[in-house]
């Protein structure tokens, strides 16, 4: 057993561009005995890492499971009193359905300290990085980030009463569920609403397909835009502003 105090620390890696970590998130990585983390994050952020750190890949993603959640739960526990200082490194923030809570409320159960570092969020920054503001004067005043599915695997009915409203509206985890999707904006009578769909945001490989409720299935198809990917749904989507690449040149320079 170690003889130093089990700790677990959930940390937020951000929505996939290794600098939109937080410092804290790095130190958190740094300092870390042991590192569970997802299929959603920058695997280049566990450069940062200790040579003596176990590194343990946890993640899931939609019909493959490398650990179901009670695994994970318990592997963190085992390593934390094993090991000391567990990061859970999880992509954009961890309180974002991202399951952050449930995992420290199971494990305070058990005696270990617990702390978190907050992430820059998907939803919020992968339509930033594509120009898109969720809000803007005269065309959205606030916005809904919403789930595409429930835990029985059906459409959110949070999804219907986002498409009531004027609101933008920020889906995660949603590709499977478009078809479904575009059928609620339908019946709202939103058929010529704006869409974007930005798979693998704020990465290299990043895709965007901008379309209409009416056609964004086409455009999908067209894009060959797949999971991971956010869709944003409202008039914003049209207010798409107009970015260089600063970064990029001031770094090549």
Not at 115 to 137: C, D, E, F, M, N
Request: glycine share 8%; charged share 25%; net charge negative.
């Amino acid at each position: 057993m170690s003889l130093k105090t089990p700790i677990l620390t959930v940390v937020g890696a951000g929505p996939g561009d290794e600098d939109l970590i937080t410092l804290k998130g790095i130190k958190a990585i740094e300092s870390a005995d042991v590192i569970l983390y997802d299929a959603l994050i920058n695997e280049s952020l566990l450069k940062y890492a200790s040579e003596n750190a176990e590194l343990i890949f946890v993640g899931k993603r939609k019909g493959c499971y490398a650990f179901q959640q009670e695994q994970i739960n318990d592997l963190i526990v085992t390593k934390a009193k094993e090991k000391g200082h567990v990061v859970r490194l999880k992509g954009g923030d961890p309180f974002i359905f991202g399951r952050g809570a449930e995992e420290i409320d199971y494990v305070r159960t058990f005696g270990l300290e617990t702390y978190v570092v907050p992430g820059i969020s998907s939803a919020l920054a992968v339509p930033a990085s594509q120009g898109i503001p969720l809000t803007k004067r005269g065309s959205s005043e606030s916005f809904w980030v919403v789930t595409a599915t429930t835990k029985d695997h059906a459409l959110s009915n949070d999804v219907v009463l986002a498409a009531k409203s004027t609101a933008t509206v920020v889906i995660l985890m949603g590709m499977h569920k478009l078809h479904d999707i575009v059928k609620v904006f339908y019946a709202e009578n939103k058929r010529n609403t704006p869409v974007a769909i930005i798979q693998n945001g704020t990465r290299d490989n990043e895709n965007v397909g901008i379309g209409y409720i009416r056609n964004i299935q086409q455009v999908v198809n067209e894009k060959q835009l797949a999971a991971p990917a956010i869709i944003v749904i409202g008039d914003v989507v049209k207010e798409r502003a107009v970015l260089d690449s600063i970064y990029k040149e001031v770094t090549e320079d």
